[in-house]
């Protein structure tokens, strides 16, 4: 799946996602492969060059992270890192940040509240029945160091316009708690197919220096 990157009313890149259609295994274990990519347009790549890179194993069974690596490039700061995920009597990451050669272990108890890290949360709200949606999700997201807690919230069904078709759709509140760059009370949005398939077909955040947004292009399917 592609999408244009918006930061306000400006183009300034594309992103991609992509699930590999082979199963990998991992101690034996299935996962599924996902994969983001974020490259600015020419003209922005011009002010400010950005190529972000992210990958996880996900657990088949569960959909929880068992590895997921990061390669962040924004001008001239490089940030790598990658991420190893267990989940015994508590749940732990044990990450390497390659470009300070740092080692960083992080732990955290189980709660009802599903942990995931970005992608396979990407994957988890997928699996959800998110049209017949009626309460809020709750979600607990392992980001750059941070655990972020934050919910989706029902709010209206509609139609989204792509390739002259009018799609029918489900739309949640995205509500996170108040940060260095969100204020309280700034939220996003989250529009998805109202199918079997719940394609996210927008997605946007809105920061204290504008909103940031991606807008579905184009689905492929690997043959």
Partial sequence: MTYSVFFGWFDIGEAEVWIDPEIHFEQGIPHFM?????????????????DMCFESLINVNDLRPTN???????????DIRYDKFSYRDSIS?????????????????????????????????????????????????????????F??????KGRFNMDGDRIPTAEFKLIFPPSDLMAKGKA???????????????????????????VLDEIQYDQ
């Fill in 34 to 50: 996902v994969r983001l990519n974020i490259t600015s347009s020419p003209w922005f790549r011009f002010l400010k060059p950005m």
């Fill in 68 to 78: 997921s690596f990061r390669d962040i490039k924004q001008g001239r700061k490089v």
């Fill in 93 to 149: 990451v044990e990450a390497y940040i390659e470009d300070i050669d740092k080692h960083r272990s992080h732990k955290f108890a189980f709660s009802e509240i599903p942990f995931r890290d970005a992608l396979s949360t990407y994957l988890y709200l997928r699996s959800r029945d998110l049209a017949n949606a009626t309460d809020r999700i709750e979600v607990r997201t392992f980001f750059s160091n941070e655990l972020y807690e």
């Fill in 151 to 156: 919910y989706i919230e029902p709010e209206d």
């Fill in 188 to 214: 996003g949005s989250v529009i998805v197919s109202a199918d079997e398939r719940q394609i996210p077909l927008k997605f946007k955040v809105n920061l204290n220096v504008g909103s940031f947004a991606l």
